[in-house]
């Protein structure tokens, strides 16, 4: 099963399970997505479920406040995620602080999905990985599977939750993993860390779409003799302090890979955890291999910004011998 | 009334003139005298807590406030046909569709103390906090409208905006998913003349604001929203197209802002008191009551001791919420999430923490 087949499938099963879940966006009734992630959902359950709506951000987002609060289960799609932008004044203004603003009369439960990120050769606003805006808002879960497996399970759980969740799909793996998944239903849980592979010298943090430019990192680094623990954030917020925490006291070195810009970012975070949680246990500065602060740039300057396997596997090396 | 009032020949549908005499009887509403009667005492009792409201402020015992001064038949005119079920998507200055919704007093008094408590309503079904960003609220209203339409309940919801949020991107958003979806939403605008500053005449080149609904295709008229029988009128309409053709509608409410934007603001410094006083001789409250004491219904002294009365019980429940005690810690973090996450557990603990230390100093 692809990505995109494990998010359908996620959907088909919620849809059938709970007639409070309605599905919209632009283009994702009839045509079913631009990447065709909601192909045939429509068909199957019927326009008044999943539908085309008007091309408007703020209303697709705005709109779904009002269902949920009304006691419905929007899902709901931002075609790109930079397109997201004129719905930001409803989620931090109202998905995040409904709950709070009315002490748990009315909440705001519902799921957010948008592709995000870059090596896919797209115009202007089509590449960009902007997960610590959301992560930095109160009131918002923010998840990014990495894996069909982990895109099923945890759209499964983020329909259910009763908080808001932002769910980000790495468009560029969209179809370039495959993997054997079951059709049953599953949860994977949101704000649990997964520990992909132990290791004893350096920890290495990933999530999304460079999960799989780590990996190959990580194959350079055990021909090099270097024993990586690696772990797939597949929740950004609530992040899972503690199984980074512990990872960092087994391995006392830390590495985050993220596409985003550097500054602010995930990564950042994990250096402050590293701080915070394991100080005396470092064996060498917490690193961060990411994007840069820029734009990033059109396709023929696209490889100049994303961090590349052998560009990750330097940083781990560096760390490992410091 | 949709068609001889389409806000295209830009006419202002009224019922009574400003002495309280009826001057158009074809659309004066069926409403019994007693019904009557009880509105203009809801709107006293609005009125009366609006201004005990602005005077806390000034006496340092409640935050910014919002005034609703010379809005009150607006509300009284909803009110009439506003059903327990029916949905309330509010601004920021409804007090009159609170209190019909069933909020209380004292809930108000409590958010704009400072506690978040004051939101809970309840005793009130299908009523929204405070919206604070403009025009934003109209889109929950839109998606609520879904709701109703997609379970096939009989409900009508009630959304409020200024005449400065007609700027917003969201009104347009919002009315046009409504109509393009044929929800049963009744869109209001208080058009009260100011957007904290600035002059509805400044704020748009449309004729008036109801023609804005034209475009998106939804019926809509502009109303004298100082009358309060033009009011019901036009909400009784409003509710039938809503609730028995799934079809949402616009009403622009002509008013006038007596009062300041909040509590912060100083009108005096940009409008006239000549603008002031051609308002005040349409004042909602005056109108009404012109009508009730000509018919001998309602008189000085009544409205004297009523308002005694009403006095009294907004002390009481100010007093009450006066002494609502101290927000605790636990509630700041406590509603963010369904489940409080390690992360805000460890934050709280850690400012526990902190509090005992400097308990200890």
Redesign the interface.
Known sequence: MTLVKAINNALDIKLNDNKDVVLYGEDVGYEGGVFRVTQGLQQKYGVERVFDSPLAESGIVGTAVGMAVAGMKPVVEMQFSGFAYPAFNQMISHVARMRNRSRGRYTSSMVIRMPYGGGIKALEHHSESMEAIYAHIPGLKVVIPSTPHDAKGLLISAIESEDPVIYMEPKRIYRAVKQEVSEDKFNVEIGKANVVQQGKDVTVVSYGAMMRDTQKALAMAKKAGISVELIDLRTIYPLDVETIAQSIKKTGRIVTVAEAPTSFGIGSEITAIANDEAFLHLEAPPKRVTGFDTIVPLPQGEHHYMPSPEKIYHEIEKTAKF | MFKEYDPLKNKLFNVMDKDGHIVNDKWMPQISDDQTLKAYQQMMFARKADLMTVSYQRQGRIYTYPPNYGQEAIAGGLAQELREND?V?PAYRELGLWLAKGATLKEVFLYFMGY??G???ENATHL??V???IA?Q???????????K?HKKDEVVYTFVGDGGTSE??FH??L??AA?WKVPVVFVIQNNQYAISFNVKNQTSSQNLAVKSVAYGLKSIQVDGNDFFAMTRVAQEAAKTARENQEPVLIEALTYRKGAHTTSDDPSKYRSKEEEQEWEEKDPMKRLKGYLTGKQLWNDQQEEELDQQYKKEVERQFEEAENYGDYPLEDVFK????EM????K?QMYAHQKFLKWKEGQ
């Open positions: 949905w998507v978040e408590d939101s809970r309503f929204l906090p919206s604070v960003p934003s109209l889109l929950h209203a839109t998606g609520i409208g879904y709701e109703v997609y991107g969201d958003e919002a046009n998913y393009v509603y963010q999430y369904s996450p390690d992360i805000l460890k």
